[in-house]
C-alpha cells in the first residue's frame, strides 16, 4: 500500500487531466515511468552509500598506519 498507492493515485490524477485515448495504455505507461525513476534513484542512493562506505575504508586504514 505505501509503496503502491501514492504512485497509482498519482498517475490517475494525470490521467483525468489529460484524458488519453488510451486510459490503461497511459497508466501503464506512466508506472513503467515511475519505476524507472524510482530505480534510478535506489541506484544513485546505493552507489552513495557504497562510496561513503570505502572512503570510510581508506580513512581508517590511513588512521591505523
Known amino acids: 500500500m505505501d509503496n503502491v498507492v501514492p504512485h497509482l ?3 490517475l ?3 483525468c487531466k ?5 486510459s ?5 505507461n506512466f508506472l513503467f515511468e515511475r519505476a524507472d525513476q524510482l530505480d534510478e534513484k535506489v541506484l544513485a542512493e546505493r552507489e552513495e552509500a557504497m562510496r561513503k562506505k570505502a572512503e570510510e575504508k581508506k580513512q581508517n586504514a ?3 598506519r
Request: aromatic fraction near 6%; proline fraction near 5%; hydrophobic fraction near 30%.
Open 18 to 22: 489529460e484524458v488519453p485515448e488510451d
Open 62 to 64: 590511513r588512521r591505523g
Open 13 to 15: 490524477i494525470q490521467l
Open 24 to 28: 490503461t495504455e497511459f497508466l501503464a
Open 9 to 11: 493515485t498519482e498517475g
